[in-house]
């Protein structure tokens, strides 16, 4: 028999983890000395300490260890343990190989423009938002600000002001033509409007109560003005770090401005996205980097 330090020593654990594993009841020494209180292994307890060893470094909890070893546990628990553990670990290495590209895509941007650049990508969790819109065919840029100044001059007094959240503007269409836009125009509103409340502006224009999806994973950007670069850059971004774009993009003003004022325009656009890989299935170390 060994003493603990001893034990120590030849398993390459320490004594105070020793101690810890004694009072869970994982490894219990094999005497105790009644009088001195010291902890007597022996080697034939180096199978089941490095049982627990291993199955610790599999990111097992020590309480599921000690289940497992005293036969509390089945095997389809067992797997289903390490399933799981798999499954985390795998959600891990995808993130931070995701974070790499993002870091590699920000490198580039430097190599090439010699500069950090003036947007940067967000992916936010948005939630479901009840939204108070109409629904219009736009032509051209100018009829849309003049929809949206119309709406922002008339709906406070109809609604009222404290009811009004941001200003959103949703984009229908399956593709992009400036002279055909199909938006949803409108604010986001909160339960002081209730579900049916409509509101008629005039022969053609009537606003509606409806729900915005909530969405896991929204890239977001924020947009200066009339610069239209910044649709690149999320682009651009999506790619470059495995995501995909789908369903209806949406710009949600931040800082509104008249159109004779458009420089001041502030808003942040904002696109669902999904991962191109699903959880789990875990790309090999360098194949996202190119």
């Not at 948005?126 to 009829?143: A, D, F, G, K, N």
């Not at 200003?167 to 992009?176: D, G, K, N, T």
Request: contains cysteine; aromatic residues 8%; negative net charge.
């Amino acid at each position: 028999m060994y003493l603990i330090g001893e034990f120590s020593k030849i398993a390459h654990v320490s004594s105070r983890q020793l101690r810890h594993y004694d009072q869970l009841g994982l490894l219990k020494p094999v005497y105790t000395d009644p009088t001195t209180g010291y902890r007597y292994y022996s080697a034939k307890q180096l199978p089941q300490l490095n049982r627990i060893l291993a199955l610790k470094e599999m990111g097992l909890s020590l309480e599921q260890i000690k289940r497992l070893l005293a036969d509390n546990i089945s095997l389809d628990e067992l797997r289903g343990m390490l399933a799981m553990k798999k499954a985390q670990i795998e959600q891990m290495v995808y993130e931070e190989l995701a974070r790499i590209r993002s870091i590699e895509s920000r490198i580039e941007q430097i190599d090439v423009e010699g500069q950090m650049g003036d947007y940067d990508v967000v992916v936010k969790s948005v939630p479901s938002q009840r939204y108070l819109s109409m629904r219009e065919v736009c032509h051209s840029p100018e009829m849309t600000v003049q929809f949206a100044a119309r709406l922002y001059q008339t709906l406070p007094s109809q609604v009222g002001q404290g009811a009004l959240g941001a200003f959103v503007m949703v984009l229908y269409s399956e593709e992009f033509d400036p002279t055909h836009l199909d938006l949803g125009l409108g604010f986001v509103v909160g339960d002081e409007v209730d579900d049916d409340f409509a509101l008629t502006l005039d022969a053609e224009t009537r606003l509606t109560v409806s729900t915005l999806p909530a969405t896991q994973e929204m890239l977001t950007i924020t947009r200066f003005g009339v610069n239209q670069n910044c649709y690149n850059v999320l682009a651009m971004w999506a790619e470059a770090n495995g995501y995909r774009l789908y369903g209806q993009m949406r710009e949600v003003v931040l800082q509104f401005a008249p159109p004779d004022s458009l420089d001041d325009l502030v808003m942040e656009i904002q696109y669902p996205a999904e991962r191109v890989l699903p959880t789990g299935d875990v790309p090999p170390f360098g194949a996202l980097g190119g």
